[in-house]
């Protein structure tokens, strides 16, 4: 099934300011391992357990001389805009992830060599002993504001974009990018495109952070 969607209003646009797309390679494990609350999640033993088994082994991961680093996330709130009706019509799993590993490599080149390595299996056998569904991706960013700063004190965002035309959804992330730049400062923000032969439910998953709260909810939940 085709899905086509039209960008309206878009000479009222903010032009999104972008750096030079990095030659990073990104490799994103996302789990829906413990239960929803409305858009909060339900804290649980097992995502507890599962952090508890993954943070070592990104840390052994982190060491490589091929990784820049590897960061575990759990969910503190699932904003509003899931598309449950177009998912359900093209067969694809609502993003309701409450617990992300990602890991970014120097090159993509460099990916292989990661999910060669002896411990990527044994993340993977934790996560997939925890979580109800997975989703997992390596992909390449085909543009970005700024590599996110994983400050432990941030609040992040994962976007799960689902189209079937690449160059349209990066259009989309451009059209949303600016306004979010101009109406909430964001600072950084780095697109990851799956690459081919990879599993493509998402053919855009977004990726950002603001210091806290207060400086992009207001604006999601009472702006137009």
Do not use: K
Not at 65 to 84: C, H, K, N, Q, S
Not at 127 to 147: C, E, G, K
Not at 156 to 177: G, I, K, Q
């Amino acid at each position: 099934m085709r899905t086509d969607i039209t960008i309206v209003n878009d000479q009222r646009a903010d032009p999104v300011r972008l750096e030079s797309p990095t030659d990073n390679g990104f490799a994103l494990v996302a789990a829906e391992i413990g239960g929803w609350a409305g858009p909060f999640p339900i804290p649980t033993r097992r995502r507890r357990r599962a952090l508890d088994q993954v943070v070592p082994l990104l840390q052994r991961l982190a060491d490589r001389d091929d990784v820049i680093e590897a960061t575990a996330f759990r969910a503190a709130l699932r904003p509003p805009g899931e598309g449950g009706r177009l998912l359900r019509r093209t067969g694809v799993a609502p993003a309701r992830y409450d617990f992300v590993v990602l890991i970014r490599t120097r090159t993509v080149a460099d990916l292989a060599a990661l999910r060669a390595d002896r411990l990527w299996p044994e993340l993977m056998a934790v996560l997939d002993d925890h979580a109800r569904h997975m989703h997992q991706v390596v992909a390449s960013s085909p543009a970005r504001i700024a590599d996110v700063d994983h400050d432990p004190g941030n609040v992040f965002l994962f976007n799960y974009f689902h189209c079937t035309d690449p160059t349209r959804v990066r259009s989309v992330w451009e059209y949303t990018a600016g306004w979010f730049q101009r109406t909430t400062a964001l600072a950084d923000s780095v697109p990851m495109q799956p690459l081919p032969g990879a599993s493509d439910d998402y053919s855009l998953i977004n990726h950002c952070s603001w210091p806290n709260f207060r400086s992009f909810l207001p604006h999601l939940l009472l702006r137009p």
